[in-house]
T-cell receptor, first 117, second 113 residues
Framework: AQTVTQSQPEMSVQEAETVTLSCTYD???????LFWYKQPPSRQMILVIR??????QNATENRFSVNFQKAAKSFSLKISDSQLGDTAMYFC??????????????FGKGTLLTVNP | ETGVTQSPTHLIKTRGQQVTLRCSSQ?????VSWYQQALGQGPQFIFQ???????GRGNFPPRFSGLQFPNYSSELNVNALELDDSALYLC????????????FGQGTRLTVV
């Protein structure tokens, strides 16, 4: 079974600064995806960024980037130029790549990020 | 907007009752998953349906059941409600073709009293 650990229950950052959220995971699988999801007060989960485990290059989406360390099973999210709208709960999630169509996501407990003006 | 809608948004039920939660996915999304998110926790996988058949289940008892319909809507049914079933229930759908991104609804907040 896979586990995902987010060791920072809460973090805060000043607007326009950079913040890094940590995530570690445990799996015996070699092919998988990792995701960061954002859940604002509206409750709707929104995909921030994804990383395929077979890709060595770290994923980047505008102000969001990841530091993927496969051997260390670490997957951190860096948010640059933080904006007030980034305030939300952030979840790290793991998905095993299977031959069928089972797309089960395993989530961490989340990190509440507050961006202060 | 993800194109996935859930109803109702809030619901209060009494212990022992039964509840049905609904999810409407985008056209072409043939995979739907349901998650339970307790307060202060990450979502937990309940089960997944693919082309109207259950093809994956998490550690939830049989009183949690589901249905998926040809019109890309789905239901989560919970029988014999317990206080611990109080949570946010999220559905997530995916299109076919190996797309890995899940599109989530805004959830149904269920309170069992």
């Amino acid at each position: 079974a896979q586990t995902v650990t987010q060791s920072q229950p809460e973090m805060s950052v000043q607007e326009a600064e950079t913040v890094t959220l940590s995530c570690t995971y445990d799996t015996s699988e070699s092919n998988y995806y990792l995701f960061w999801y954002k859940q604002p007060p509206s409750r709707q989960m929104i995909l921030v960024i994804r990383q395929e485990a077979y890709k060595q290059q770290n994923a980047t989406e505008n102000r969001f980037s990841v530091n993927f360390q496969k051997a260390a099973k670490s997957f951190s999210l860096k948010i640059s130029d933080s904006q007030l709208g980034d305030t939300a709960m952030y979840f790290c999630a793991f998905m095993k790549l299977s031959g069928g169509s089972n797309y089960k996501l395993t989530f961490g407990k989340g990190t509440l990020l507050t961006v202060n003006p | 907007e993800t194109g996935v809608t859930q109803s109702p948004t809030h619901l209060i039920k009494t212990r022992g009752q039964q509840v049905t939660l609904r999810c409407s996915s985008q056209s072409g999304h043939n995979t739907v998953s349901w998650y339970q998110q307790a307060l202060g926790q990450g979502p937990q996988f309940i089960f997944q349906y693919y082309r109207e058949e259950e093809n994956g289940r998490g550690n939830f008892p049989p009183r949690f059941s589901g249905l998926q319909f040809p019109n890309y809507s789905s239901e989560l049914n919970v029988n014999a409600l317990e206080l611990d079933d109080s949570a946010l229930y999220l559905c997530a759908s995916r299109p076919g073709g190996g797309i890995t991104e899940a599109f989530f609804g805004q959830g149904t907040r269920l309170t069992v009293v």
